[in-house]
């Protein structure tokens, strides 16, 4: 995370026209049909024509090399009797229909056998536009992911109520022992103000509008490279229902989506602001509001705001199958002892535990498709070129105000920019969760937000990143 949702989770919840195979068979059916009709066409029609035309068909004598010579008369043969020749005079010749009757039949014949094959092939070529036509109108499928359920302008995804109990758990796509499973020291909430005197150290999320600094005085700095090389690798991967930080004209109050977030806080004063939504949103382009069927991410919306964040440690199980842990807090600590960890020093603590988080809003159009989600922060073109860089805590609807995280510092890397994303994406990498070792169940569904942090509980070492100055820091 960095951030504890287990007690709250949300209670809310490339483009391929390829015919399906149904289509193929239907076109290849037809192609089949009509090309028999034509072949037997000519065929059919040769054979009626092919008897002689006169009216009495006269007999053909059998081909012969070379006429055989005619033998001499027997003189004593005996002479043929009356009868035997009357007979012969007599005998019925073969005939045959008048040719204008055989042409009429043939002619029927060929026309109905065509009428037949006319009608069959306009169905199946009406089956086959019908199947191309209903593959357009759906939510387009990228990779393996089922597309979605159709192209009607409602609202994105029903919202409904997922009771955290109601998730079943995922079978382990790999056998074998989880080596950081138990590893969180499952450090309990604290009060953030004991007496007028802060209790913590600096939490987030906080105000990363570029030029706004915290309050609070700190003399330790966070990972100003890329977190990969700093040696941290990513240890979860969830996201939070709406945008837990503040960017002004980016993610902030005035921002609107699908629907207006309804959210609570565990300890939050009334009135506090949390869940910012992004300013993309329209409701007149279908890909804000065409229903995407989700199989994979659970009551995700087309057309909503959701901060993502990666959760990275030096102490994780990187590159193995372990790497990936649900709670985040066993991949932070993994290969890190709670004795080591209470000798750390705050600067340590900072250096080697931090988050990537990007705020998106889902859109059900795979021009937006992005793969690799579940492995880290998008850097490419406009994604990952501002980033608000500051030292701060675990987040979660659980904090607030009042009730703070002990986990802290950890460096945060926030990308200052709202981005659009396409559903499948998401559901791509709901997917990959999946097939994850330890069971990220928990983690396929929105968590709740934290609300805005105050001043006086945000650190003062906020600094600017600009990927296109190749990581020069500003202050």
Same mark, same amino acid.
């Given at each position: ?16 026209? $390829? +015919?399906?195979?149904?289509? /193929?068979?239907? @076109?290849?059916? =037809?192609?089949?049909?009509? &090309? *028999? ?101 759906? $939510? +387009?499928?990228?990779?393996? /992911?089922?597309? @979605?359920?159709? =192209?009607?302008?409602?609202? &994105? *995804? ?318």
């Amino acid at each position: 995370m960095i951030d504890d949702d287990d007690d709250d989770v949300s209670s809310n919840l490339s483009q391929s026209y $390829a +015919p399906s195979l149904k289509a /193929i068979l239907l @076109g290849q059916s =037809s192609s089949i049909l009509l &090309g *028999a009709c034509l072949f037997l066409e000519p065929t059919l029609f040769s054979n009626f024509a092919s008897e002689p035309s006169s009216d009495i068909a006269t007999p053909v004598a059998d081909p012969t090399p070379e006429q055989a010579p005619t033998p001499p008369p027997n003189p004593y043969a005996p002479a043929p009797s009356n009868k035997m020749a009357s007979m012969s005079d007599n005998t019925e010749k073969p005939n045959s229909r008048p040719s204008s009757m055989r042409s009429g039949m043939a002619m029927l014949v060929l026309m109905v056998i065509l009428c037949i094959c006319a009608i069959i092939a306009i169905v199946l070529l009406g089956s086959l536009v019908g199947t191309i036509s209903s593959q357009e109108n759906q $939510a +387009p499928a990228t990779i393996y /992911i089922n597309s @979605g359920s159709g =192209s009607d302008s409602t609202a &994105g *995804a029903a919202t409904g109520s997922i009771a955290v109990e109601d998730l079943l758990p995922q079978a382990p796509a790999e056998n074998g022992e989880n080596a950081c499973a138990g590893a969180s020291p499952g450090f309990a909430n604290v009060d953030c103000i004991i007496d007028g005197m802060t209790n913590v150290g600096p939490q987030a999320g906080a105000n990363v509008t570029k030029g706004f600094k915290g309050d609070m005085q700190v003399d330790y700095e966070p990972i100003t490279t890329s977190l990969f090389k700093a040696g941290l690798c990513p240890v979860n991967v969830h996201w939070h229902l709406g945008a837990e930080h503040y960017s002004l004209g980016e993610f902030d109050e005035n921002g609107k989506g699908v629907r207006k977030i309804d959210w609570v806080t565990d300890g939050g004063s009334a009135g506090a602001l949390g869940s910012f939504q992004c300013h993309h949103y329209n409701e007149t382009k279908t890909m804000f509001t065409r229903k995407y069927d989700f199989k994979h991410c659970i009551g995700m919306e087309v057309g909503q705001t959701y901060e993502v964040h990666w959760p990275h440690s030096a102490a994780g199980a990187c590159g193995t199958p372990d790497q990936y842990q649900n709670p985040f807090y066993d991949g932070v600590f993994c290969n890190l002892d709670l004795d080591t960890f209470n000798t750390l020093t705050p600067t340590q603590i900072a250096t080697n535990v931090g988050v990537q988080s990007q705020v998106f809003t889902v859109v059900n159009d795979e021009t937006y498709f992005r793969p690799n989600l579940m492995r880290g922060m998008i850097v490419d073109g406009e994604f990952g070129t501002d980033l608000a860089i500051y030292t701060g805590s675990s987040t979660g609807s659980s904090r607030s105000n009042n009730v703070c995280s002990p986990y802290s510092p950890i460096t945060w890397q926030v990308d200052r920019k709202c981005q659009l994303i396409s559903a499948s994406s998401f559901d791509l990498m709901c997917a990959e969760m999946k097939m994850n070792r330890d069971d990220l169940t928990y983690d396929l569904i929105a968590h709740g937000a934290r609300p805005l942090m105050s001043k006086n509980l945000t650190a003062d070492n906020q600094q600017n990143r600009d990927r296109k100055l190749r990581g020069n820091i500003k202050n």
